[in-house]
């Protein structure tokens, strides 16, 4: 059974980190459904408009093996506003399932009350969040797993990230396979 990913798409997401990483999990034959937070298309923050493939409200009961929220400004904002978002972070937790954001998003997972105790990267303009008392061990790395949470700093590393998400949920094999059409430096 092919496993399967939500993305939740708010108004003003990072064009680059949604968009390829949904495109490196279908070449990995991951089941990936974009939900947007807004009927309709869903403006990314640099104007590129994207048609998700369903409403986040049509979704929330249905089973996924990992969320995974895209960065971008105000898009992490909004989805830091969105108590479904919220809801279905807390969820996937609670049941063992996989969490993953990149640039500001990691964010919206500590808004959620989820980053206590573990170590995340995120986009340098955000580290702060992360900082003395947060009960969170920032990293610099581009990319961190830690246990089933996992996080990137930004559009740059966005294909680094998928890649995680892809050895995550599928294999390093999986991984392999897809890089021979993409050439990414791994």
């Known amino acids: ?105 990691p964010t919206v997972l500590k808004a959620a009350g989820l980053t206590s105790g573990r170590t995340v990267t995120c986009h340098p303009s955000v580290a702060g969040d992360f900082g003395k008392g947060s009960g969170t061990k920032y990293s610099e790395d581009r990319v961190v797993v830690d246990g089933r949470m996992i996080t990137s700093q930004g559009p740059g590393t966005a294909i680094e990230f998928a890649y995680a998400l892809v050895e995550a949920l599928v294999s390093k094999e999986a991984v392999a396979k897809v890089n021979m059409g993409v050439m990414a430096k791994v």
């Open 1 to 105: 059974m092919a496993k399967s990913v939500l993305m939740p798409l708010p108004p003003g997401f990072e064009e680059i980190e949604a968009l390829a990483v949904v495109d490196i999990l279908r070449r990995a034959s991951v089941e990936v459904t974009v939900a947007g937070t807004v009927d309709g298309p869903v403006e990314g923050r640099s104007g590129i408009k994207v048609l998700p493939d369903r409403l986040l409200d049509g979704v929330t009961s249905e089973p996924f093996d990992m969320i995974v929220l895209p960065g971008g400004s105000p898009g992490y904002k909004n989805l830091i506003k969105d108590d479904r978002v919220t809801g279905l972070l807390h969820d996937f937790e609670d049941n063992g399932k996989y969490i993953a954001a990149i640039c500001a998003a």
